[in-house]
């Protein structure tokens, strides 16, 4: 079972607040509420709150996030978790660079379905889209297993 689930993206305002936020109403949706979910970025945008586009794409889900705020990620926030869910390989590579006990619980997002979620950032409307639906699809295959 896990107890802690963190997300990671690069700037922590797009692709990992999204997934931190779908993961936590689909668990709290389900009744497993005593699970902690986070999210940070491996050059993390601090303190800048979620991509207009994230929040438009959570706020058309009824899911607020308005509170979201980006952090950067250090090897206290990979200790704490049980689970780790990242983006692109190149966060899993800067995640066990930056911490190899992080090895066995570091995995994509998109493990289920063999596939990375590209970064949307300052890429249009239609790559958010993209990005954002393809999150919620490997959050749903992820949510089925946790």
Not at 27 to 54: E, Y
Not at 63 to 81: G, N, Y
Not at 82 to 109: C, E, N, S
Request: aromatic share 6%; net charge neutral.
């Amino acid at each position: 079972m896990f107890n802690t689930i963190l997300t990671v993206c690069t700037g922590n305002i797009c692709r990992s607040p999204v997934a931190e936020f779908l993961i936590r109403h689909g668990l709290n949706a389900s009744g497993r509420t005593g699970i902690k979910v986070a999210s940070a970025g491996i050059g993390a945008l601090v303190n800048h709150p979620a991509d207009d586009a994230a929040l438009e794409f959570m706020n058309g889900l009824d899911i607020p996030m308005d509170a979201h705020r980006a952090r950067q990620i250090d090897s206290s926030h990979t200790r704490q978790a049980d689970l780790i869910l990242v983006m692109q390989k190149h966060h899993l590579d800067y995640i066990l660079a930056m911490d190899p006990t992080a090895r066995g619980k570091v995995f994509l997002l998109g493990h289920w379905g063999g596939r990375e979620v590209p970064d949307p950032y300052q890429r249009g409307n239609a790559s958010h889209r993209a990005a954002y639906g393809l999150v919620q699809e490997e959050v749903a295959a992820w949510l089925k297993r946790v």
